[in-house]
C-alpha cells in the first residue's frame, strides 16, 4: 500500500500530467484559431483588391465609351458637314473635267464619306437602345459580309431586355472576337450566334480557322498575351459573364460568352 508520500507524487505527476495536456490542447486551439483568422484576412484583403481592379476596370471602361461617343459625335457633326460640303464643291469644280474624271472623283469622296460613317459606327453604334444587340450583330455580320468577309449571323430564342451598358460591353466583344477570327484564323466561314435562353444570353464566334496553337498559359482559360483576348477577358469578369473557350473542333475555334440574364436585371 502506497504512503502518503507516493500518494501526493502521483497527485502532483497527474495534475501536471493534466495541466501540460490542457495547455497543448489551447495551443492547438490557438494556433487553429489564428490561422483561420489569417485566412479570413487574406481572403478579405484579395477580395477588396479584386474589387478595387473590377471598379478600376469598370471606370477605365466607361471613360473609354465617353471618349468614344465624343469623338462619334465630333466626326458625325463636324467631318460630315465638311465632307458634304467638300463634296458639293469638288463637283462643282470638276463639272467641266471628263466624265471619266468626275466618275473617279465621285467613287473617291463617297469611299472617304463611308469610311467616315463606318469609323462613327464602330465608335458608337446607333440605334442600341432602339434595336438592341441582336439587330446591331446582325448589322455587323452584314456589313461584313457585303464587303466580301466570310462572316454571318446567327441568332435564336426571343431578346430578353437588359441593362444598355451590358448591351454595348457584349456588342464591343463580339466586335473583338471576329476581329480576331478575321485577323489571325484564317478561316473560310466566322458565325456569329447570340442565343436567348431561359436565364441567360450565349454570345458565341465559331470559325473553320488554323485555331490557337497555344494551350492556356493562366487561368486554365487559353487567352494569351494578346491584348484584344485580354480585353474579352477583363470585360467577361465585369458583366460577371463566364468566358470559355473550345480549340479545333475539329478545325476552328468557339469562343463562348454567357452572359447571365439575371445580372441585368437585378
Not at 476596370?57 to 461617343?69: D, L
Not at 473617291?108 to 450583330?137: A, H, N, Q, W, Y
Not at 435564336?156 to 489571325?184: C, F, W
Not at 484564317?186 to 431561359?198: D, E, F, L, N, R
Request: charge should be neutral.
Amino acid at each position: 500500500m502506497a504512503g502518503p508520500s507516493e500518494t501526493q507524487a502521483y497527485l502532483i505527476f497527474a495534475i501536471g500530467t493534466a495541466g501540460m495536456l490542457f495547455m497543448a490542447v489551447a495551443i492547438i486551439l490557438f494556433v487553429a484559431f489564428y490561422q483561420k483568422r489569417m485566412l479570413r484576412e487574406q481572403l478579405r484583403r484579395q477580395q477588396l483588391e479584386a474589387d478595387y481592379q473590377r471598379n478600376m476596370m469598370a471606370a477605365q471602361i466607361e471613360s473609354q465609351e465617353r471618349e468614344r461617343a465624343r469623338i462619334s459625335k465630333d466626326l458625325h457633326d463636324d467631318v460630315g458637314v465638311m465632307m458634304q460640303a467638300m463634296k458639293t464643291t469638288v463637283f462643282a469644280v470638276v463639272r467641266h473635267a471628263s466624265e471619266e474624271d468626275r466618275s473617279d472623283i465621285q467613287n473617291m469622296v463617297t469611299e472617304i464619306t463611308e469610311s467616315v460613317r463606318k469609323i462613327c459606327f464602330d465608335l458608337m453604334p446607333p440605334g442600341m437602345e432602339t434595336f438592341g444587340i441582336t439587330e446591331l450583330i446582325d448589322e455587323m455580320c452584314s456589313r461584313l459580309k457585303s464587303s466580301g468577309l466570310p462572316v454571318q449571323a446567327e441568332r435564336l430564342g426571343s431578346p430578353t431586355k437588359i441593362d444598355l451598358r451590358d448591351q454595348l460591353q457584349l456588342y464591343r466583344m463580339a466586335k473583338e472576337m471576329v476581329t480576331n477570327a478575321l485577323k489571325h484564323a484564317k478561316a473560310t466561314s466566322i458565325i456569329v450566334g447570340i442565343h436567348w435562353q431561359h436565364d441567360h444570353l450565349v454570345l458565341q464566334v465559331k470559325d473553320d480557322g488554323v485555331g490557337f496553337k497555344s494551350l492556356p498559359i493562366a487561368d486554365s482559360t487559353p487567352l494569351g498575351n494578346g491584348l484584344g483576348l485580354l480585353s474579352l477577358k477583363s470585360r467577361a469578369s465585369l458583366l460577371n459573364a463566364q468566358l470559355t473557350f473550345e480549340n479545333n473542333l475539329p478545325t476552328g475555334t468557339c469562343i463562348s460568352i454567357h452572359y447571365p440574364i439575371s445580372h441585368a436585371q437585378n
